[in-house]
């Protein structure tokens, strides 16, 4: 199993999510002799994420904050041996009928193991890293052929084979997993009436496409709001990926510059807003900012640029004709970039129209306010508490566009914790965003853990077989810190942090 994490002295939040040290916080504040890397406790679930299990998984209140920590603790278990195991481990699973963790091994010696970390073991043949070799082998198999009448593949780790779905018949199943080469034993083909297809997400600031190039807006139930110069209704749109993706239903311009496009049923409208550096900001509402505040704007062109709000209610005569009551910024922007999301923290504020200049030499840049849109056509801007999808490492670990960078040392099996051997306090809900790069051929890990009132609870990991992490949790305010543990190996790392 991890070792559990130690303890830590106080720091606070500075403004605009930028983690430092400033004063200490007031007695109410973490004890920093309790222990850490206590695994997350239903405290850390969302009221949504607590509903939606009892509405799913036929549970009471008591029952899915009961799984929510069972879960947790045995998932932090599996991960634990997975790698203590090395090539012994052959996978673990969760019952559904009593939430006992399996762990299977294929070396009877290590079984002792796997029982004093407080899990039942299995004796099977082939080890996880066999059965990934075979899954391999039949992903190399499909880039040569596709696989017709085969909805996809998986390791089945409780039954110890991989899984080759069959739609139609199992022939052609069959066929796949001859001409694959692979060692058939270790397959199990399964009938299913599964026809997968793509679903892709609707995100502010990503490019569609209408015959030329444009930048969503935000996501609305059903679709998004972008600007009216962009298209007429009953135009058709394609994704940032030239997929169909919808139709232009509302449209005004010139005198509005605004509109909506309702989407099909291949893409979700997400409350995300594309950050540009490899991650996302959640919408949480659509307060108005006032003149002078600060405003960031995401587009297709030209990506994430910040500035602040310098006017409101300006009329701006384009050669096309004039269009009023837009925001004035002096936020950079260029042709494309139009429709594109504008924030002021995580409020939505409008989508971009037109401006002078460029992200060269500096411009001014006019916004279609958001919550006219919402109001003319009825909409309802999708939102969310904070967060969005975890993101994977960037390429080559390197960790960009975070508020905060923190680097220190560590020696094999030893715990940092971050910002500078402390924590942080955050006085509302958003975001927290960290990504760990440490050193080739180490394992390191990362913990970002919130303050109970009484002990430190794990909320986000990054725990792969690696230097490189990143951790996403939508939180509300409170105490937070990471914890940066060096599972394996020793070397330098850095942490870039952002928090809401």
Do not use: H
């Given at each position: 199993?991890?070792?559990?994490?130690?303890?830590?002295?106080?720091?606070?939040?500075?403004?605009?999510?930028?983690?430092?040290?400033?004063?200490?916080?007031?007695?109410?504040?973490?004890?920093?002799?309790?222990?850490?890397?206590?695994?997350?406790?239903a405290d850390a679930a969302s009221p949504e994420m607590l509903a939606a299990m009892q509405r799913d998984l036929g549970l009471t209140a008591a029952q899915a904050r009961a799984r929510i920590s069972r879960d947790e603790k045995a998932s932090l278990v599996d991960a634990g041996l997975r790698k203590s195991l090395g090539?012994?481990?052959?996978?673990?699973?969760?019952?559904?009928?009593?939430?006992?963790?399996?762990?299977?091994?294929?070396?009877?010696?290590?079984?002792a193991r796997v029982t004093a970390a407080g899990a039942e073991a299995k004796l099977v043949t082939r080890g996880a890293a066999q059965l990934d070799g075979v899954k391999s082998g039949l992903d190399r198999a499909a880039a040569k052929a596709p696989a017709r009448s085969v909805p996809g593949w998986y390791v089945d780790v409780a039954t110890n084979t991989v899984v080759v779905l069959a739609n139609g018949g199992t022939a052609a199943a069959t066929a796949f997993v001859r001409a694959s080469g692979v060692d058939a034993a270790a397959v199990r083909i399964?009938?299913?009436?599964?026809?997968?297809?793509?679903?892709?997400?609707?995100?502010?600031?990503?490019?569609?496409?209408?015959?030329?190039?444009?930048?969503?807006?935000?996501?609305?139930?059903?679709?998004?709001?972008?600007a009216g110069h962009c298209g007429t209704t009953g135009t058709a749109t394609q994704g940032y990926n030239q997929v169909a993706q919808g139709t232009f239903r509302?449209?005004?311009?010139?005198?509005?510059?605004?509109?909506?496009?309702?989407?099909?049923?291949?893409?979700?409208?997400?409350?995300?807003?594309?950050?540009?550096?490899?991650?996302?900001?959640?919408?949480?509402?659509?307060?108005?900012?006032?003149?002078?505040?600060?405003?960031?704007?995401?587009?297709?062109t030209t990506g994430w640029h910040c500035g602040t709000v310098q006017a409101k209610n300006q009329t701006v005569n384009y050669s096309q004709g004039s269009v009023s009551g837009l925001t004035r910024t002096n936020v950079c922007a260029e042709p494309g970039d139009s429709g594109g999301s504008w924030l002021s923290g995580q409020q939505a504020q409008g989508v971009t129209s037109g401006g002078s200049g460029n992200c060269s030499s500096g411009g001014t840049t006019y916004f279609q306010p958001v919550n006219e849109i919402l109001s003319v056509y009825?909409?309802?801007?999708?939102?969310?508490?904070?967060?969005?999808?975890?993101?994977?490492?960037?390429?080559?670990?390197?960790?960009?566009?975070?508020?905060?960078?923190?680097?220190?040392?560590?020696?094999?099996?030893?715990?940092?914790?971050?910002?500078?051997?402390?924590?942080?306090?955050?006085?509302?809900?958003?975001?927290h965003r960290g990504c760990l790069d440490g050193p080739s051929g180490v394992d390191f890990d990362l913990y970002l853990q919130r303050w109970s009132g009484s002990s430190w609870v794990t909320v986000a990991q990054g725990t792969s077989p690696?230097?490189?992490?990143?951790?996403?949790?939508?939180?509300?305010?409170g105490y937070y810190r990471y914890a940066v543990h060096a599972y394996s190996g020793s070397g330098s790392y850095s942490l870039g942090a952002s928090a809401p």
């Open positions: 199993m991890k070792r559990r994490l130690a303890t830590l002295a106080a720091v606070t939040l500075l403004p605009v999510g930028i983690l430092g040290a400033v004063a200490p916080p007031a007695a109410a504040a973490p004890d920093p002799g309790t222990p850490g890397a206590a695994p997350a406790t090539r012994a481990y052959a996978g673990g699973w969760i019952s559904q009928a009593d939430g006992t963790l399996t762990v299977a091994v294929t070396d009877r010696s290590q079984a399964v009938a299913t009436t599964e026809a997968p297809q793509l679903y892709y997400d609707v995100r502010g600031g990503d490019a569609y496409y209408m015959g030329g190039r444009c930048s969503v807006g935000f996501s609305v139930t059903g679709g998004f709001v972008t509302g449209s005004s311009f010139p005198g509005n510059d605004y509109a909506w496009v309702q989407t099909n049923s291949n893409w979700t409208p997400q409350p995300w807003v594309n950050n540009y550096a490899g991650g996302n900001v959640t919408v949480a509402g659509s307060t108005e900012s006032a003149v002078g505040a600060a405003i960031c704007r995401s587009g297709s009825g909409l309802t801007l999708r939102t969310g508490s904070g967060g969005g999808d975890p993101d994977p490492p960037p390429p080559g670990g390197a960790c960009t566009g975070y508020a905060s960078t923190f680097t220190g040392s560590l020696s094999s099996g030893a715990v940092q914790y971050q910002p500078n051997g402390s924590y942080y306090q955050t006085t509302r809900s958003g975001t690696g230097p490189d992490e990143t951790v996403s949790y939508n939180g509300s305010a």
